[in-house]
């Protein structure tokens, strides 16, 4: 269906099952609960991030995990995203649409030279060249360009800003074509309230389409081309292929995915500063998509999704929620727990990330979709010695990459 | 005029002649050999018929066109396919994919933008590997991913990507290096059945003697970067020269 595999069609309706539940999904415990308060997930701001991460690192993985080459400045493409986004609210209207088709052709232009340039080398030196590619643009967006991006203060739309397109009544927020991003439907079931958001819908959407084109491109002879440079340069080029403009519209590509993430977070709230592009949102990139799997479909969407919601949620819990969940316990006991687990969470949330990153990486070098994937097998393994046959639909289909 | 034609070629590493005024030429639909003792410059030359690197002087016309200052995937596409001395492949993707890399490179040209159509449904590209597979006898093996092969069936399966561009001159580097006697000579019998159902131009750089008398119609030595003699094998064995450039002097 759609032009997928049976397999494929499958992860994708997960995928879009997932995202349009979202905040259902997210949102397993009764608003007002203590765990509630604590770790649902399903409000709209947390939940556009994880969509716009989802995207920007469904891209980057078009690019590492099919030809291998690390980019380390993909936060460049972000942050020229945002900035011309926010240019086309400041010059236009708050209208999305040409402010998202903007922020796309411009991170497109920018990937097309800082590619140009870096593909000229591989490996650790095409990181290190995009890397300093992306420190240039944030050095730049902090001062030299002032006027273009406002420097250390953002971006943002003021209410002297030409917006030539706009009429009288027009909303004062971002809008498609009058329906604001804003916007939300509030449903109340029982204990539970989820918050159905238009711009969170809105960033779903992208996703679902921006992750059924990386499906298209991971199973199209394109792509096959792009795993072959991966596997072997050489053979590549004495078989008559010209890897060069292969790498490089696979980085143009991923380039303009990161815009189009750049363009949502303008889209979702019209400011914009220069710490986007700053080399530590580049790392957090790489680390999303090793996290959740790379050269798999669906390892950056968990990767990203993670690495989110540890940032946002874990980072919240402190002393006093602690001192909450262990208020049953004697005394000396609760406060022995609470020594223990609070390193790991609060500000520490680094510490945990840190710590399941290394897991992930020295036992599942395939990310945590490699781990799914083990326990999927244990259990169909458990399934075949019982029933028979099963099981073969895996054994079919080898040659796919996992998803 | 061979299919292949080199004129006075001369490569120098520093102070080391590598390449003095080489000339050779390659009768089209004939296995040639290059033998000669370690040093000679036969890889060296390889390296400068396939664009790795670029002669100080001379000429390389191939088929009547020079290929000098092309770069690989360029000299590829105008019909030379090389095979080298430990077998590059894909190793990560499977045979099937592997082999149907070539056949994409030789329908698209060097660089085609098809990102969003299904690997799937490209039947023609899918039945040409399969063929060329079966040549091979490596069908049942499609679906392995390549790095799982043995030694000599990575072998096979780089014959297979080569062979299945249908190249006018296939260039092989020390194809049995190596190899034990058995995987030898069934490589022997590989590209002999290959040469029988085909028409196809072969140039061997070869050590073993066996592959060498087994396959070559003419045969080149090299040594000390400058072609000795070249001859058809029944002459070359037991020629002064020959024996004096494997052994050394002459003995009196």
């Known amino acids: 269906m759609l032009g997928l595999t049976s397999r494929d069609f499958t992860l994708f309706a997960i995928v879009c099952a997932l995202t349009l539940l979202a905040p259902i999904i997210l949102n397993p415990f009764p608003t007002g609960s203590a765990l509630g308060a604590s770790f649902n997930a399903g409000y709209p701001a947390l939940m556009q991030r994880f969509a716009i991460f989802g995207i920007l690192v469904v891209g980057f993985n078009i690019l590492f995990g099919l030809t291998g080459y690390l980019s380390f400045g993909h936060a460049a493409f972000l942050g020229v995203g945002s900035y011309a986004a926010v240019w086309m609210f400041k010059l236009l209207s708050y209208n999305i649409v040409p402010a998202i088709v903007l922020s796309i052709i411009v991170a497109g232009l920018f990937s097309v030279v800082i590619g140009y340039v870096s593909l000229r080398r591989s490996g650790i030196y095409f990181s290190i060249l995009t890397l300093a590619f992306a420190q240039m643009c944030y050095a730049l967006a902090y001062s030299v360009f002032t006027p273009l991006t406002n420097g250390e203060t953002g971006l943002q739309v003021y209410t002297s800003d030409p917006q030539v397109l706009m009429s009288p009544g027009d909303p004062v927020v971002p809008h498609l074509f009058g329906l604001q991003m804003n916007t939300a439907e509030v449903v109340r079931v029982g204990p539970w309230t989820w918050t159905f958001e238009v711009g969170y819908y809105l960033c779903a959407i992208m996703l679902i389409a921006a992750f059924y084109l990386s499906i298209r491109i991971f199973r199209s002879p394109f792509g096959m081309m792009l795993r072959a440079i991966k596997s072997n340069q050489t053979r590549m080029n004495y078989t008559g292929l010209n890897s060069r403009p292969y790498t490089l519209a696979a980085f143009i590509i991923s380039g303009m995915y990161a815009g189009l993430a750049g363009g949502l977070l303008a889209a979702m709230d019209p400011l914009t500063g220069a710490e986007r592009m700053y080399w530590t949102a580049s790392g957090e990139i790489v680390v999303m998509a090793i996290l959740g799997g790379v050269g798999t479909l669906i390892g950056p969407v968990v990767g990203s999704g993670i690495i989110k919601y540890l940032e946002n949620i874990v980072s919240k819990i402190n002393e006093n929620i602690l001192h909450q969940w262990f208020a049953a316990l004697p005394d000396g006991l609760e406060n022995v727990l609470i020594g223990v687990v609070h390193p790991f969470v609060g500000e520490g949330w680094h510490l945990t990330l840190g710590l399941l990153f290394m897991v992930v990486v020295i036992f599942l070098p395939g990310g945590l979709v490699e781990g799914g994937q083990r326990v999927g097998a244990m259990f169909s393994r458990k399934s075949r010695n019982a029933s028979g046959v099963e099981a073969d639909a895996a054994a079919q289909n080898p040659n796919t990459p996992a998803e | ?252």
Do not use: W
């Open chain 2, 1 to 252: 005029m061979g299919i292949l034609e080199v004129k006075g070629v001369n490569k120098r590493f520093g102070g080391l002649q590598a390449l003095g005024d080489v000339n050779l030429s390659v009768k089209e639909n004939t296995v040639h050999a290059i033998i000669g003792p370690n040093g000679a410059g036969k890889s060296t030359l390889l390296n400068c018929l396939v664009g790795k690197l670029i002669p100080d002087s001379g000429s390389v016309m191939f088929d009547g066109q020079s290929v000098l200052g092309r770069k690989p995937h360029e000299i590829n596409q105008m019909g030379i396919s090389r095979v080298f001395q430990t077998p590059e492949i894909f190793a990560d993707l499977t045979v099937l994919e592997n082999v149907m890399i070539p056949c994409f490179a030789k329908r698209d040209g060097a660089f085609r933008m098809h990102a969003i159509e299904s690997t799937r449904h490209e039947g023609d590209i899918i039945a040409q590997a399969k063929a060329i597979l079966s040549d091979v006898s490596m069908l049942e093996k499609s679906e392995m991913i390549a790095s799982s092969l043995s030694r000599g069936d990575k072998r096979r399966l780089e014959m297979a990507m080569c062979l299945v561009q249908e190249p006018r001159l296939l260039l092989l580097d020390e194809p049995t290096a190596g190899m034990a006697r058995a995987d030898t000579n069934n490589t022997i019998e590989l590209l002999k059945e290959i040469k029988a159902k085909r028409d196809i131009t072969m140039c061997i750089i070869e050590h073993d003697m066996h592959v060498v008398f087994s396959l070559a119609e003419r045969i080149t030595v090299l040594a000390q970067g400058t072609p000795l003699v070249e001859e058809t094998p029944e002459n070359i064995k037991g020629h002064p020269k020959v024996r004096e450039a494997y052994l050394g002097e002459a003995q009196v």
